[in-house]
């Protein structure tokens, strides 16, 4: 049991918009900021979005993240082939004193 | 460029111990805190530590506590993980991680991971 929530799955088609949530507490999405992160099959974890709603360098804009109050979200527009992958959420927990992940969720473009 | 190379993982039995380390280049590594971050084959991410720049500040996950141990030796760019009393719960493929905060989730560049096999 994750101590912050996500949905399992996720699907939409070619172009559309999907987005994922991320539910938490006042002790983690309430008071730190919230990063995402996106697996590809067989590869290492890769930053998304940091500090809520920032892109690293090379994540294109069509990728954004928000936080209100203790949850948060991840929105991508335009779903291509490529964006198929598991995506994690995850912030600092000030009650466990360590950072918390979300169970994943799984990304499906159809 | 950045890189994060992991090593030491294996097959250990139950009750035995095992040493990661983490090569780090690409970036000044005495200037970035530093984490490890494991995977169960097949489940989520489980943060289990973290170190500050100079090693004076460290946090574990309840999980590995009092068990695993990291340490860091920014001479040789190199982060480490003890880790005793292994259990076949620890099985999982761990990650050496740049960590850009203090506190927070932050991790931006993350090493390939090496493959921990807790089994009799």
């Known amino acids: 049991q994750s101590v912050l929530t996500q949905s399992l799955s996720a699907s939409g088609t070619a172009g559309q918009r999907v987005t994922i949530s991320c539910s938490g507490s006042?002790?983690?999405?309430?008071?730190?900021?919230v990063n995402w992160y996106q697996q590809l099959p067989g590869t290492a974890p890769k930053l998304l979005i940091y500090?809520?709603?920032q892109r690293p360098s090379g994540v294109p804009d069509r990728i954004s993240g928000s936080k209100a109050g203790t949850s948060a979200s991840l929105a991508i527009s335009g779903l291509r082939s490529e964006d198929e992958a598991d995506y994690y959420c995850a912030a600092w927990d000030d009650s466990l004193s360590g950072v918390v992940f979300g169970g994943g969720t799984k990304l499906t473009v159809l | 460029q950045v890189q994060l190379v992991e090593s030491g993982g294996g097959l250990v039995k139950p009750g035995r111990s095992l040493t990661l380390s983490c090569a780090a280049s690409?970036?000044?590594?005495?200037?970035?805190?530093m984490s490890w971050i494991r995977q169960a084959p097949g489940k989520g991410l489980e943060w289990i530590s973290y170190i500050s720049i100079s090693g004076s500040t460290i946090y574990y996950a309840d999980s590995v506590k009092g068990r695993f141990t990291i340490s860091r030796d920014n001479a040789k760019n190199s982060l480490y993980l003890q880790m005793n009393s292994l259990r076949p719960e620890d099985t999982a493929v761990y990650y050496c991680?740049?960590?850009?905060?203090?506190?927070?989730?932050?991790?931006?560049?993350w090493g390939q991971g090496t493959l921990v096999t807790v089994s009799s």
């Open positions: 500090n809520n709603n």
């Open positions: 006042n002790s983690n999405i309430g008071t730190n900021y």
């Open positions: 690409g970036f000044t590594f005495s200037d970035y805190y």
């Open positions: 991680v740049r960590d850009q905060e203090l506190i927070g989730a932050y991790f931006d560049y």
